[in-house]
């Protein structure tokens, strides 16, 4: 086995690909629970409706998750999930771009020319978001390290000190 004597950019990646793999089975599962929301929600409300209550609950739902487990972080907080929807809002605009596109240039494309393209869109705004998230929305401090904060330091300090 090869090293590449950079131990550091070696578990950077590694950590990446992990946080990825989460991120895709989280926003997965999310989108998954959110078409099952929508179908159920739509016999008894407009779609808009529907579609607008669903979409609000998976991106905090969403957030949460990602906050908590795809980046290992704390609870998301207001500033997290502002950033958080700003960034779904980027990838809504961004599909629906794709598909106004295709509509534009294909008017008769099939079912499944339509649907490789929203899934191929789907997948680069995906991508973008989980960059987003992990170098802006759920950033570590540099080194790697989660920050402390100081209260959590001086109750650290005073078990220490008590034991």
């Known amino acids: 086995m090869k090293t590449t004597g950079n131990t550091t950019a070696d578990t950077t990646k ?16 999310t989108g998954i629970a959110s078409a099952a929301a929508l179908v159920a929600l739509s016999d008894s409300m407009p779609i808009a409706l529907a579609n607008a209550f669903v979409t609000v609950v998976s991106t905090v739902l969403a957030t949460e998750l990602h906050s908590r ?14 950033q958080s929807a700003a960034s779904a809002l980027a990838a809504y605009l961004f599909t629906t771009a ?10 008769h494309a099939d079912a499944l020319v339509e649907q490789g393209v929203y899934l191929g869109a789907s997948g ?7 960059v987003v998230l992990r170098v802006f929305v759920f950033a570590r ?10 209260t959590r330091a001086l109750a650290r300090a005073h078990v220490v000190t008590a034991a």
């Open 98 to 107: 794709a598909m106004l596109g295709l509509r534009a240039v294909a008017p």
């Open 14 to 29: 590694t950590g990446a690909i992990t946080a990825f793999a989460r991120f895709v089975v989280f926003g997965g599962g």
């Open 141 to 150: 401090p540099s080194g790697g390290t989660r920050a402390t904060s100081p």
């Open 69 to 82: 487990f795809t980046f290992r972080g704390s609870r998301g907080g207001l500033r997290a999930h502002a």
């Open 124 to 130: 680069l705004a995906g991508i973008g978001r989980f």
